[in-house]
């Protein structure tokens, strides 16, 4: 009996998937859409109805991995947990398990779309970076609500634990433990955030 073709949000799994593993064990510049099409087990034409460049694959696959990652968006997950630093240290470990989950492959793949300037890109981190403020601006209601600070976080304060994160895992190579974690809360983050400007 042949084979079933696959469609729908199997066709798209089967794609991502295909993807994912040949970042993993070929590297970005083997995702080509006939090396997807081939690991996907479909066919050149069906890639390129959905993708018009292999960014955009890379796009799809890092969406893909962060639903994998998180039961919904990121900022929904984080509650307040009695301290400013019990909410950093739940913050940082959410971002880093979603690194766990996309892999240093891919985010090795997206450090080099993001050198390369190209509009789409930059458009996805700056996309990415206003998604890490909107988290950092509810860790900062949670804790003037409970009286341990009273100035605003400056942009540059919101944004900078996520890029040390996304700086660590790739210069380490391997994923950032918790007691990483608790020690960049303890020695940076908190005298950061409860330093008065």
């Known amino acids: 009996m042949a084979n079933e073709r696959k469609r729908g949000e199997e066709l798209e799994v089967a794609i991502l998937e295909a993807a994912d593993e040949i970042i993993k064990t070929e590297g970005y510049w083997s995702l080509t859409f006939q090396n997807v099409a081939k690991q996907a087990e479909t066919s050149r034409t069906v890639i390129y109805r959905r993708y018009e460049t292999p960014f955009e694959i ?23 947990n009695g301290s400013l630093r019990k909410d950093l240290i739940a913050v940082m470990e959410l971002f880093q398990q979603l690194f766990t989950k996309v892999g240093l492959g891919v985010l090795d793949a997206m450090l080099f779309e993001l050198r390369q300037g190209n ?9 990415a970076q206003e998604s890490n403020i909107n988290v950092m ?9 409970r009286g341990e600070i009273k100035h605003e ?27 990483y974690i608790i020690q960049l809360v ?8 409860t330093r008065e400007p």
């Open 137 to 145: 601006k509810k860790v900062h209601s949670f804790a003037l609500r």
């Open 58 to 80: 890379l796009h799809a696959l890092v969406k893909y991995k962060s639903k994998q990652a998180y039961d919904g968006p990121m900022i929904d997950l984080l509650q307040d």
């Open 186 to 193: 303890d020695e940076v983050l908190l005298p950061m955030y």
């Open 153 to 179: 976080f400056s942009r540059m304060q919101m944004i900078m634990p996520f890029n040390i994160l996304r700086i660590e895992n790739l210069l380490s190579g391997k994923n950032l433990t918790k007691e």
């Open 119 to 127: 509009k789409e890109s930059l458009l996805w981190l700056n996309q």
